[in-house]
């Protein structure tokens, strides 16, 4: 096998973040050449150039299967102290997506050295965190004609379970999610004199609380959703009344009508705020890619049965969790399974102490590896 370690470790010092992978895509496709390359095909995509696709052509092909690794990082200052840390400043694989590159590196390193029957598609993803790469590739119309997928497999590693193990249920892994911008526009002045002025900063606090009454109020106490309002910005200085504020969030539910009516709410607050204070609103919702990722009950009805037969593998059934992936978008026109691999760590994704456990990448290659050949058995 090939060093999973060093490859990870490379990868996580180069993070980059959504839309601008341009050295992780060059180092994927330095990696995937050194490949024996007798039954591989490389794809670029111009109109998503940090985009990879790699096709592994079978022996005796009845369809084809799909893998994808998303390749983008976070704008998170890593504080991991580890000696192969992120060299660029700011960024950081905060997500783990170095680990998930490493593994279809080494799933894709053994179908490149031992010929599946079923022809296989690696996808590496650019823009999971932002920017909805998955939607971008499909609406591209990259699998199509040739580049077709029957069924798609994707992962996520996940610091609560244990190094190495599987988790997956045949429903609904991740929720759907939508980013929020508000920008809230009020009038300047000086700090002594607010009736001349129209403090967004006032109204900006009005709405961040209101908001949090949505969940609570509007939401019945046995279903789920959050909204999560992550940033922030206005003003200058203590003694100046701040003109303008602007708050970026998100919201999720794992289904499309609960975000649907999640995004509503957030409008009429948004109105309302802007009618009791006297002050612009701009409200801005993003769905993006990233629908509920809503696994195909028969494929990861299999998936689980395989994980579940073989004693190699620690498989965890696993409950939905308000996480979003725009693998859901792909799932939603391409049947197919998204699971976890456990990373035993303390630090939850997204932390910048995130330290995945690197054993996990031998068995979760393993795991993959014998998936796939057990579907191709089918
Ligand atoms: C696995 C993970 O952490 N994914 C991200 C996806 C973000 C989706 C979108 N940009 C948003 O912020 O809503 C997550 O934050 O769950």
Redesign the pocket.
């Known amino acids: 096998m090939i060093d999973l370690i060093q490859i990870r470790r490379d990868l996580h010092q180069i993070p980059e973040l959504a839309l601008n992978e341009v050295q992780t895509h060059d180092y994927l496709l330095k990696t995937v050449k050194n490949f024996p390359q007798t039954w591989l095909t490389i794809r670029e995509v111009p109109e998503l150039p940090t985009a990879l696709l790699v096709k592994v052509s079978g022996t005796d092909p009845k369809r084809t299967i799909g893998y994808r690794a998303d390749i983008d990082a976070l704008p998170v200052t890593e504080n991991t102290g580890l000696p192969f840390s992120s060299k660029h400043p700011g960024i950081a694989h905060a997500?783990g997506h170095d680990m998930h590159m490493t593994v279809a590196l080494g799933v894709l390193s053994h179908f490149a050295e031992n010929q599946p029957k079923d022809d296989l598609i690696f996808f590496f993803q650019p823009a999971?965190?932002?920017?909805?790469g998955g939607k971008r590739a499909y609406d591209l119309g990259v699998f199509e004609g040739d580049w077709h997928v029957d069924e798609f497999y994707g992962l996520?590693d996940r610091p609560d379970l244990p190094a190495g193990a599987i988790g997956t249920n045949p429903g609904t892994l991740?929720?759907g999610?939508?980013?929020i911008n508000v920008d809230i526009i009020g009038r300047g002045g000086h700090a002594a004199f607010p009736q001349n002025a129209n403090d967004a900063v006032v109204a900006a606090a009005y709405f961040i609380t209101q908001v949090q009454t949505i969940v609570s109020r509007n939401i019945a106490p046995t279903d789920s959703a959050v909204i999560t309002l992550g940033k922030l910005q206005a003003g200058t200085i203590r003694n100046v009344i701040a003109d303008h504020a602007r708050i970026e969030?998100?919201?999720?539910g794992f289904t499309q009508k609960a975000i649907s009516y999640l995004q509503g709410r957030l409008k009429q607050v948004a109105q309302g705020v802007a009618e009791s204070f006297d002050c612009e609103v701009n409200i801005e919702l993003n769905q993006?890619g990233?629908y509920p990722v809503e696994n195909n009950p028969e494929l990861t009805h299999d998936f689980m049965t395989y994980m579940q037969s073989q004693p190699d593998v620690n498989f965890i059934e696993t409950p939905g969790v308000?996480?979003?992936?725009?693998f859901g978008y792909l799932l939603n026109k391409i049947p197919g399974t998204m699971f976890w691999l456990g990373v035993n760590d303390s630090h939850e994704?997204?932390s910048a102490e995130l330290s995945p456990d690197e054993s996990a990448l031998v068995p979760g290659v393993n795991a993959i590896c014998g998936f796939l050949a057990h579907r191709m058995s089918e």
Do not use: I, K, N, S
């Open positions: 997500c999971e965190e932002a920017e909805y996520h991740f929720a999610t939508t980013e969030g998100t919201l999720r993006g990233y308000m996480t979003g992936e725009d994704l997204h």
